[in-house]
């Protein structure tokens, strides 16, 4: 009887069964480990698991228990008051209303300004135009002094 046989206490055939139960419960351990994070991102609702909508609203309702200090200290942001909150809603309302205001009127001056820029391409080639006429005028006036030259 060698070293091969002896296993736990003495026990051939408890070596596997050893092994067995903790690679069954490093398995197990593991599995749970990353249950509970999607279980708590899906409460943070950083992801979406279909059923686990109770431990979102587990979280909800223990949340609105809590002191907003711990609430503070654990998730890094700060805890408003109603009052608060609708403060932020409001200015945040009238921010965007002064948003659209300012976009209207920029649109308006944009359109202006396409406007005006389209009306300075037409007079350029307007203007264009009237050099190709004067100098072809001005060819015409000096044609026929030098025909006559010619004659």
């Known amino acids: 009887m060698g070293s091969q046989e002896e296993g736990v ?18 398995l197990i351990t593991i599995c749970l480990f990353f249950f509970t994070i999607v279980l708590v991102l899906d409460a943070y609702k950083f992801v979406s698991v279909r059923h686990a909508k109770f431990a979102r609203k587990k979280l909800l309702r223990t949340l609105q228990y809590m002191d907003p200090s711990v609430i503070e200290a654990h998730t890094g942001m700060k805890v408003l008051t ?18 659209r205001e300012m976009n209207a009127k920029v649109q308006e001056k944009f359109s202006e300004v396409l406007k005006t820029s389209m009306k300075l391409q037409n007079m350029k ?3 264009d135009e009237l050099k190709k006429l004067i ?11 030098a025909e006559a030259a010619a004659k």
């Open 9 to 26: 206490k003495g026990n051939k055939k408890g070596v596997p069964v050893w092994t067995f139960v903790k690679n069954a419960s490093l």
């Open 135 to 145: 100098d072809e005028k001005e060819k015409a006036k000096a044609a026929p002094p």
């Open 125 to 127: 080639q307007d203007i």
């Open 82 to 99: 109603t009052d608060e909150f609708k403060d932020l809603q409001t200015n945040l309302e009238k921010a965007r209303k002064d948003v």
